[in-house]
Structure formats: C-alpha cells, structure tokens
C-alpha cells in the first residue's frame, strides 16, 4: 500500500504542478504568439534586476506573468456595499475546483512499472515489486462521464459569481453565461458519441490505448482520422465552454465591463482568470486524449519502436515513459497554440449568435455525425462479421 | 478503513445539507445546501463502489437540475415577503410532527433487523455491465423514458407558448 | 450500527427532513427543493438495497428515476415561474384562488 500512495502521491504532484505551470504559461503564450500573429513585439517591460548589477533580464517578456500574479495578489480586495456574502465568496472555487479535478481521469503517459525504472538500485526495485501503474491519477471507467459531470459543475460557480454581485451587469453576464454554457455542454457531450461508438468504452485510458496502431498501414490510428467532423466540433463546443472569444459575450470586455466577475478583485478575479487559463490546457488535454492518440507516438509501443519496415528497435523502460510524458506535453501545446490562434483571429459572436450556432448549427451537426459514424461502423462490423 | 471514515464524512455532509434546507432564509442558500447534500450523496454512492450512479447523480442533479433551480432563483425579487417570513403556520405541529416521524422511521428501521453490511468500496460496479445490461434487457424501458423526455419537452414548449399568449 | 442500516438511516432522516420541509416553508420554489431532497433520500435507499442484493436491475431503475427527476423538474419550475409571474409573489399565502 505504501508503493501505491508513494506513486499516486507522485501523479497528483505532477498533475498539480503541470496544471499550475500551464496556467502561468498559457497568459506569457497568449501575449507572444497574440503579437507574433499581429506583427508587433508584445509586452516585453517588465524585468528582473540581478542584485549588485545593472544586468537586467527581459526573457522575451515572461515575467510579465509573475507581474500580474503579483499584482492580483496584493491589490485592493475591494468589497461593494451589499453582496451575498456566502455565494460571493464560494463562487470562485466552484469555478476553479472542477477545472483541476478533470484531469484527474486524462492519462499522460503509458503504464509505469518502478521495478524497471530503477533497475539500476535493486533494493528500491525489490521493494516495488511487479507494481505496474497506469499513468493517470483516478482508476475510474466513467472517464468521459466524469468529464461532462465536472464541466456542467462550473455553470454553478459563474451563475453564483455574477448573481451574488448585486449589480445588474454582472447579472445580465451571469445568465448569458449560463445559457451559453448549458447549450455547449449539450453539444460537447453529443459530439464524442461517435467517438464512444467507435471505441466502445467511456474509459480514456482505453480510448488512447486503442489508437496505438496504424490504420491502412501508414496512419496512426488516432480519433481525428475515423471522426474528423466530430474533432471539429468538439473543439468549437469546447472553446464555447471555455467562453473564449468567439464566444466571448459572458466577459465581453467593451459592453459589460467584465461580466460576471465584475464585483470581484485581486486574488478572487485571478482565480476566475486562472481557471480560465487552466481550462484551455484542459481542453487540449481532452482533445489530445480523445483525437490525437493521447501520449502515442507513431510505431511507438511500451517496448520500442516497430518501423514500418518491420525493423525493432527496443529502448528502455525510463526512455519510453518520459518519451510518451513529453509527446503528451508537446501535442497539448500544439492545441493550446491552435485555441490561442483562433482566439485572436475571430470577432465575438453576438449573444443570440452565440445561442443560434450551439442549437441550430452544431446539435445538427453533431447528430448527423452520429448518424453516419452508426451506419458506417454497421456497415463495417457486417462485412467483417 | 478510509472508506468508511469517508462514508461517515460524506454521511454528515448530507445530514447537515438537509438540516440547513429547512433553516435558511434566502432560497438561494437553501440551493447551495441541497447542491451540498447531492454533492456528499454523489460521495457515499462512490464510496460504496457504485461510481456509475454517483456520476450520474452530479451530472444530471447538480449539473441539470440544480442549475436549473439556481437559474430559476437567480430572477427572483428579493423583496418577496416569502423572504422575511420562513415558515408557514403550522410551525410548531410541524416540528413535532417531523420529531414523530423520524422516531417512528427510526423505530421501524431497529425493529426490521439488520439491514445487512456493505463493506465501503467492496465490489466496484463498471459502466461496461451496467451499460450492457441496460440495454440488453431493459432497452423498453429506455425507449419508454425518451418518449417520457419527449413529452416533457413538448410540455415545456407549450408552457411558454401559453406564456406569450396570456401576455398578449 | 452497520453501514447498511446507517444509511437507510440517512436516507429516511433526508425524506423526513424534506417532508417536514414541504409542510413548514413558505417559498414554492424551496418546497420543489424540500421535494427533491425526499427523492434523494429515497434514492439512496435504493442505491443502498441495490449494491446488496448485487443487483442490475435496481441500478437501471435508479438511472430511470433521476431522468424521471429531471423530467419533472423541467416542467415544475416553469409552472411555479408563471404562477409566480400571475400572483407577483412565490409566498404560498397569496395561491388561495381554490380557497372556500
């Protein structure tokens, strides 16, 4: 049992500080690829001073973020006159507590068996025995059931954080918010039932296990291959969820001042705008689970690699799991650039837009999807049965 | 041994939750407390092994129905006077009706015998059989429950045209 | 006091509590809520009786009752909004139109 608490207590550590490090790093990349994409330099004053020097260090602008963290901790946390005190003050952590507990079911690495890692100490290696660990945090076999559970939980905290503010703005903010995030909702959860279909399971780590292979030969057999339209519209009802702009309208910063979290200062405000962050990286953490092969390398496997030749080149245990850890960490980048990317690309959605494009565009689409995904598969398993 | 150290925590939550339902004034807060007694019941589901139905209890309660609820409250005026004045008449005939009750409940309950144990987390229930087994044997009641779902649509759209139509 | 008969316990104290709840409150919309706490308390009942007897059918049937609960309440709040909506107030004094 205590191999078991040790290597859990690991996960939840790494899980934890990945979560808080994209956070951080998720507003510097907001800022940078925002001024690459527009042609200007982006915010590049604030610095560090070595002590005793004049050397000041810039590093491209990155401690902007330490700046702003700073800042949202040692402002003014200041209070409005009437408020609803409990609603107020728990509303923030409904927001921020579901984000963190999603990734707990998101597998980030292959299976980790310790005796291997630390073959080269045999009495560590004796005392873990033949453990082996899949690399996530919660052996649940709902994954993707725990993943809709968590994101409908944070509908609550907005709806709490702009009602209990007393302020008109932050009321119209709040329903807007939760309309459009009950609508997205719906359409996310439609949108993977062609992907559950063809899987077969709601378990992510057995949906990244299954897109280990090839398909026809040279194609890794990820979730974007067999559902394109389906990686598609997640990632649209997933932005919508998120409240990124284009569908920005909860937190529209020229017409309800900041919406629902208006009434809200210093460390409160930064929890939103940190669940915000860490719900981007999330997001891309479930897109890369669920349609790029999670932490998959192409003709990777947990012994070696196995070239299209039929040539196999073996390496070893450590290698390989850090290996699927930084394919993993590399995808979730890639994705979280593609969401920065259509974020300063596209102007906001107007409200009833907004509402229009979940019901009358993509629930459509995303039933069509699993219309054809079901006569497909039929049409498939009866030819092969 | 943390299971059922688990069960009690989460076994209190939802006593609290319910206590509090009662003696709180704004509806609101009484929302936040029965999200609170769902939420420790979604708890002691998962702690008894039967995780299928404690997701489904925070996504379909928590997630649906009290965020329905919570809408509902949020376009309330607060200078309702059902605010000011908690409870209806029968205050006292009503505490120590609920007094009655939960002792002859409880009473019942010692005299039935033992309900039986279950060990917290004993057999883990999987999505796999509960889905195939759903569907398998009680796929009528499935298909019964979406007509049901139909029709509550249907009733839900009709009251709001009946809405727009009083308004005139 | 085992863990079965603790919570049946429980799950009889939740249905008495928004018994008491429905009898005693005044707002409408926290009797709905006093009358989904009683649903909870009998669900955890049944989710108790079920993980018993090991038993599919019980879950399915407690699958069906929360999308029955959902049902409900879809139709519920709408009709107490409009009630509410007619008589200016959620106060359960002003519905005596059926009175005498």
Redesign the interface.
């Known amino acids: 049992m205590m191999q078991d608490l040790v290597v859990h207590g690991a996960f939840i550590v790494y899980a934890i500080g990945l979560l808080m490090t994209f956070g951080l790093i998720l507003t510097w990349v907001e800022r940078k690829q925002a001024a690459i994409m527009a042609d200007r330099i982006g915010a590049n004053r604030a610095y560090l001073r070595i002590p005793f020097t004049q050397i000041k260090l810039v590093w491209w602008g990155l401690f902007h973020g330490l700046a702003d963290g700073l800042k949202m901790l040692l402002k003014e946390d200041f209070k409005a006159a009437s408020y609803d005190r409990v609603a107020y003050a728990i509303a923030p952590w409904i927001v921020f507590t579901p984000v963190l507990l999603v990734f707990a079911v998101i597998p980030f690495g292959g299976t980790l068996v310790p005796a291997e890692l630390f073959s080269g100490s045999p009495d560590i290696a004796s005392w873990f025995g033949d453990r082996t660990y899949a690399m996530r945090i919660a052996p649940l076999d709902a994954g993707l059931l725990v993943v809709l559970a968590f994101g409908s939980i944070t509908v609550l905290g907005s709806m709490l954080a702009g009602w209990s503010s007393d302020n008109k703005f932050s009321m119209l903010g709040a329903i807007r918010s939760a309309s459009q995030m009950i609508s997205y909702e719906l359409v996310m959860g439609l949108t993977v039932l062609g992907l559950i279909l063809i899987y077969g399971t709601v378990d992510l780590v057995d949906i990244v296990e299954q897109q280990s292979g090839t398909l026809l030969g040279f194609l890794p057999a990820w979730g974007i291959f067999l559902q394109p339209v389906g990686a598609v519209l997640f990632i649209a009802a997933a932005q919508a969820e998120n409240r990124r702009i284009p569908f920005d309208l909860p937190e529209a910063e020229s017409e309800l001042i900041a919406g629902y979290f208006t009434e809200y200062s210093a460390m409160k405000m930064g929890l939103f705008m940190f669940a915000e962050f860490i719900e981007i990286a999330i997001i891309a953490a479930l897109f890369t689970t669920l349609f790029l092969g999670g932490y998959n390398l192409p003709w990777m496997s947990d012994a070696g690699f196995t070239l299209p030749g039929g040539h196999f080149v073996p390496i070893s245990h450590g290698a390989a799991v850090v290996m699927q850890m930084v394919v993993f960490l590399v995808k979730v980048m890639l994705i979280c650039s593609f969401l920065i990317l259509v974020r300063w690309s596209l102007p906001r959605f107007r409200y009833d837009q907004v509402l229009r494009f979940a019901w009358r565009f993509l629930l459509p689409l995303a039933l069509a999807n699993l219309v054809v995904t079901v006569v497909a598969v039929w049409a498939i398993q009866g030819a092969g049965a | 041994m943390i299971g059922q150290a688990l069960l009690w925590f989460f076994a209190a939550g939802a006593l609290a939750g319910g206590v509090a339902m009662l003696v709180l004034r704004h509806p609101m807060h009484v929302a936040l407390s029965l999200i609170g007694t769902m939420l420790s019941l979604a708890g002691i589901y998962a702690a008894l092994g039967v995780h299928v139905v404690a997701v489904f209890q925070v996504l379909i309660y928590v997630g649906a129905v009290m965020v329905f609820m919570v809408y509902a409250i949020m376009l309330l005026d607060v200078r309702d006077t059902s605010f000011t004045s908690r409870y209806s008449g029968l205050l006292i005939p009503g505490v120590a009706g609920l007094a009655l009750f939960i002792g002859a409940l409880v009473y019942v309950l010692r005299r039935e015998g033992p309900v039986g144990d279950i060990a917290p987390g004993a057999t883990a229930f999987r999505v796999e059989r509960f889905s195939v087994d759903f569907l398998h044997e009680y796929w009528l009641h499935f298909e019964l429950t979406s007509v049901l779902l139909l029709a509550a649509v249907v009733a839900a759209i009709a009251i709001l045209k009946a809405k727009r139509r009083g308004d005139g | 006091m085992?863990?079965?008969?603790?919570?049946?316990?429980?799950g009889?104290?939740?249905?008495?509590?928004?018994?008491?709840?429905l009898?005693?409150?005044?707002?409408?919309?926290?009797m709905?809520?006093?009358m989904?706490?009683m649903l909870?308390g009998v669900?955890?009942c049944l989710?108790?009786f079920?993980?018993?007897a090991?038993s599919?059918?019980a879950?399915?049937l407690?699958?069906?009752v929360?999308?029955?609960?959902?049902?409900?309440?879809?139709?519920a709040?709408?009709?107490?909004?409009?009630l509410?909506?007619h008589k200016h107030?959620?106060?359960?004094?002003a519905y005596t139109d059926l009175k005498g």
Do not use: W, Y
């Not at chain 3, 005693?24 to 919309?29: E, F, T």
């Open positions: 085992d863990n079965g008969q603790l919570l049946v316990a429980l009889a104290v939740l249905f008495a509590l928004g018994f008491a709840g009898v005693l409150r005044r707002n409408v919309l926290v709905l809520m006093c989904e706490l909870n669900t955890l989710v108790v079920a993980q018993q090991a599919t059918a879950t399915v407690v699958f069906l929360f999308v029955v609960a959902a049902a409900e309440i879809a139709i709040v709408p009709i107490v909004l409009l509410a909506r107030t959620l106060d359960l004094g």
